[in-house]
């Protein structure tokens, strides 16, 4: 079972930066996908994709984050990041590390949440 635990969610201003941290059981350099969700606050809304890293370090990101937030590893420090950088208030969400296997298997982590307001 793998464990993760999110840090560094919080107010900004909007052209402001925050950077996620996402603390895992395992070592960060596991032979897994490696990426962070996010979860807007409207009701029924689906948790999106906003930042992956292959086990190759292959990153993706979606038209929206893109140019903007960069997902990185620090092996010494055994922490995933997401740095994110000209917030608007559309990134306002729940942001959720996630680990994934080549099985399909996720894991996820409690949640840190990103508010970007004036």
């Known amino acids: 079972q793998v464990q993760l635990v999110e840090s560094g969610g919080g107010l900004a201003q909007p052209g402001g930066s925050l950077r996620l941290s996402c603390a895992p059981s395992?070592?960060?350099?596991?032979?897994?996908?490696m990426g962070w969700y996010r979860q807007a606050p409207a009701t029924g809304s689906q948790r999106e994709l906003v930042a992956e890293i292959t086990p190759s370090n292959i990153t993706t990101y979606p038209d929206s984050v893109k140019g903007r937030f960069t997902i990185s590893r620090d092996v010494a420090k055994n922490l995933l990041y997401l740095q994110m950088n000209n917030l608007k208030s559309d990134d306002t969400a729940v942001y959720y590390c996630n680990f994934r296997g080549w099985d399909g298997r996720h894991w996820w982590g409690q949640g840190t949440q990103v508010t970007v307001s004036s």
């Open positions: 395992i070592s960060i350099s596991s032979h897994l996908f």
